[in-house]
């Protein structure tokens, strides 16, 4: 499984690339066919990131995960 540090996940932010990912405990993943990610967003949410620690916030759990692609795992 690909490792991805910080600063590899953010070149992935949907405006320097055209795939999304980001990450969730630990693992990467591939958000980009997703209909709720538009250019890198989703509500106040942006691609490339650890979204870790905004989840607390957000209006739904684990489970939004579930149908995404693990891409890899976020490293520090």
């Given at each position: 499984m690909k490792e991805f540090?910080?600063?590899e996940l953010s070149?992935?932010?949907g405006r320097k690339?055209?795939?999304i990912y980001v990450a969730y405990k630990g693992k990467v993943y591939d958000v980009t066919d997703s209909g709720s990610w538009m250019d890198g967003?989703?509500?106040a949410h942006e691609g490339g990131l650890?979204?870790?620690e905004q989840m607390?916030?957000?209006s739904h759990g684990?489970?939004?995960f579930e149908g995404y692609k693990v891409v890899g795992e976020?490293?520090?």
């Amino acid at each position: 499984m690909k490792e991805f540090t910080r600063e590899e996940l953010s070149k992935h932010d949907g405006r320097k690339s055209k795939d999304i990912y980001v990450a969730y405990k630990g693992k990467v993943y591939d958000v980009t066919d997703s209909g709720s990610w538009m250019d890198g967003e989703h509500y106040a949410h942006e691609g490339g990131l650890d979204l870790t620690e905004q989840m607390d916030d957000a209006s739904h759990g684990d489970e939004v995960f579930e149908g995404y692609k693990v891409v890899g795992e976020l490293i520090d």
